[in-house]
């Protein structure tokens, strides 16, 4: 299995090379950063798209206490569609920081 954690940058920065604005929303997952910019559907899309592969079954989405499970839901409808053999579960974490934490197994 492997997670990534979604929240925003606080401050203008750079890692792995990559260019990240204040307030942009970053995907950090088990080995560094998976996506970033000013969308965090966009943002959360990319990153799980990151870490599935021909062995992927399960995403589960952790929604944290600045978000919705409306928020969610949207995310695990769009990832359905696009990964048809996956099943998507939506949970609340509850977690302060981090918008979503998601698991791929």
């Known amino acids: 299995a492997s997670t990534a954690e979604i929240t925003y940058s606080i401050r203008d920065t750079e890692i792995d090379g990559i260019k990240i604005r204040k307030g ?10 998976l996506s970033t910019g000013p969308d965090l559907s966009e943002v959360t899309l990319n990153t799980v798209r990151s870490m599935m592969d021909e062995w992927s079954e399960i995403v589960t989405i952790y929604y944290g206490a600045d978000t919705s499970s409306g928020d969610a839901e949207k995310i695990a409808e769009q990832l359905e569609e696009e990964f048809e053999d996956v099943s998507v579960e939506v949970t609340s974490g509850g977690q302060p920081v981090y918008y979503f934490i998601i698991s791929v197994e």
């Open 24 to 33: 942009d929303y970053m995907g950090i997952g088990d080995n560094g950063l």
